[in-house]
């Protein structure tokens, strides 16, 4: 799922217009990021 970090960032400048997308990568890109976060800490 951290594939979608790039993914994400690169929609923001390439479709800046599509928010829903752009909004369901983020989402989708967050949930492995805040597992490492419980991990951590």
Do not use: K, N, R, Y
Not at 1 to 14: D, R, S, W
């Amino acid at each position: 799922m951290l594939v979608f970090v790039p993914i994400a960032v690169g929609l923001e400048f390439t479709a800046p217009e599509s928010h829903t997308l752009i909004f369901v990568s983020a989402c989708l890109a967050i949930i492995p990021l805040a597992g490492w976060l419980g991990h951590a800490t």
